[in-house]
Every structure is written in structure tokens, then in C-alpha cells.
């Protein structure tokens, strides 16, 4: 049985892979900055005009009339057609799970890219990060809220 690769396995990983073709000098912080929030776009698409969910993937394909967005929608030409089956095949189960998988793991790639241009220990911070939440919400006191740590009484300005 295999294990999963370590944050430093990537790491490494992406840094070969950008000395490979030469993009160190492209991956500076604001760009991979730009390029993380340009996947959390794309994976934003993947949840668009979907019903609210509260767990798993999202499967709910696109009801007809949304993918149809002819003027008259009763005069269907080649091209419509064409693009209510692109729009079918890419709302279908399987292609947005595919999508999704796909854009949430270059959200985590361009991440640990980030993490070790800036020179974080993406895991250290995380664990930190984890802690310091703990303190914000204490879970006695902020069970089922979803109010931000600033409102409720423990907490000291």
C-alpha cells in the first residue's frame, strides 16, 4: 500500500517542474496569487446554478431550459444544438466531478507553490492557524453559530 505524497513531495515536485520549463521567473507571489484566485473561479463554476448542497460533490445537472439560451428558443438551428450538448456533456455527473477534482487541486498546487515562494511551512501555518481558531471559537460557546469570533462575549478586543 502506497502512502500519499508529503506538502514537501509537491513542493519539490512543482519546483522541478518549473525549472523544467524555465517559469521560476514567472512564478512570483502575485502571480501565482492571480492564477490561485483564477482556479477558486473556475471552481466556483462548478457550484453555479446548482442547488445549495451540503455535502459531496456537485452532480446536479443543468435543467434544460437553463442550458438553452436562444432568444426563441423554438427556433433551433444547428449551432444550438450543438451547444445544448457541449453544455449537457460538461453539466453531466461525471465531467463535474472530473472539474471539480480538477480545479481544487490547482488551487492546492498553485497554493504550495505560494507557500514556498513566500517561504511559509504551509503545514506549520496550518496547524497554527487550526490552534488560533480554537481560541477565536471556543466550541462551548459558538456551537451551531456561524457568527464571526468579533460578536460574541469572550471575545477581547
Same mark, same amino acid.
Given at each position: 500500500?502506497?502512502?500519499?505524497?508529503?506538502?514537501?513531495q509537491?513542493?519539490?515536485?512543482?519546483?522541478?517542474?518549473?525549472?523544467?520549463?524555465?517559469?521560476?521567473?514567472?512564478?512570483?507571489?502575485?502571480?501565482?496569487?492571480?492564477?490561485?484566485? #483564477? $482556479?477558486?473561479?473556475?471552481l466556483?463554476?462548478c457550484?453555479q446554478?446548482?442547488?445549495?448542497?451540503?455535502? #459531496?460533490?456537485?452532480?446536479?445537472?443543468?435543467?434544460?431550459?437553463?442550458?438553452?439560451?436562444? !432568444?426563441?428558443p423554438?427556433k433551433?438551428?444547428?449551432?444550438?444544438?450543438?451547444?445544448?450538448?457541449s453544455?449537457?456533456?460538461l453539466?453531466s455527473?461525471?465531467?463535474?466531478?472530473?472539474a471539480?477534482?480538477? $480545479?481544487?487541486?490547482d488551487?492546492?498546487?498553485?497554493?504550495?507553490?505560494?507557500?514556498?515562494?513566500?517561504g511559509i511551512?504551509? !503545514?506549520?501555518?496550518?496547524?497554527?492557524?487550526?490552534?488560533?481558531? #480554537?481560541?477565536?471559537y471556543p466550541?462551548?460557546?459558538?456551537? #451551531?453559530?456561524r457568527?464571526?469570533?468579533?460578536?460574541?462575549?469572550?471575545?477581547?478586543s
Amino acid at each position: 500500500m502506497s502512502s500519499s505524497p508529503t506538502i514537501e513531495q509537491f513542493r519539490s515536485t512543482l519546483q522541478s517542474f518549473a525549472d523544467d520549463r524555465d517559469w521560476e521567473k514567472y512564478h512570483t507571489p502575485r502571480n501565482l496569487v492571480l492564477a490561485m484566485v #483564477g $482556479e477558486v473561479g473556475e471552481l466556483a463554476e462548478c457550484f453555479q446554478w446548482r442547488d445549495d448542497m451540503t455535502v #459531496g460533490l456537485p452532480r446536479k445537472p443543468l435543467p434544460f431550459n437553463a442550458i438553452l439560451t436562444e !432568444p426563441q428558443p423554438h427556433k433551433i438551428n444547428q449551432h444550438t444544438i450543438f451547444r445544448i450538448a457541449s453544455a449537457t456533456l460538461l453539466a453531466s455527473p461525471a465531467f463535474t466531478e472530473f472539474a471539480f477534482c480538477e $480545479e481544487i487541486s490547482d488551487i492546492f498546487l498553485y497554493l504550495v507553490r505560494l507557500a514556498d515562494k513566500c517561504g511559509i511551512d504551509l !503545514p506549520a501555518a496550518a496547524e497554527r492557524k487550526i490552534r488560533l481558531n #480554537g481560541i477565536k471559537y471556543p466550541a462551548d460557546e459558538v456551537r #451551531g453559530s456561524r457568527k464571526k469570533y468579533t460578536e460574541y462575549h469572550s471575545h477581547k478586543s
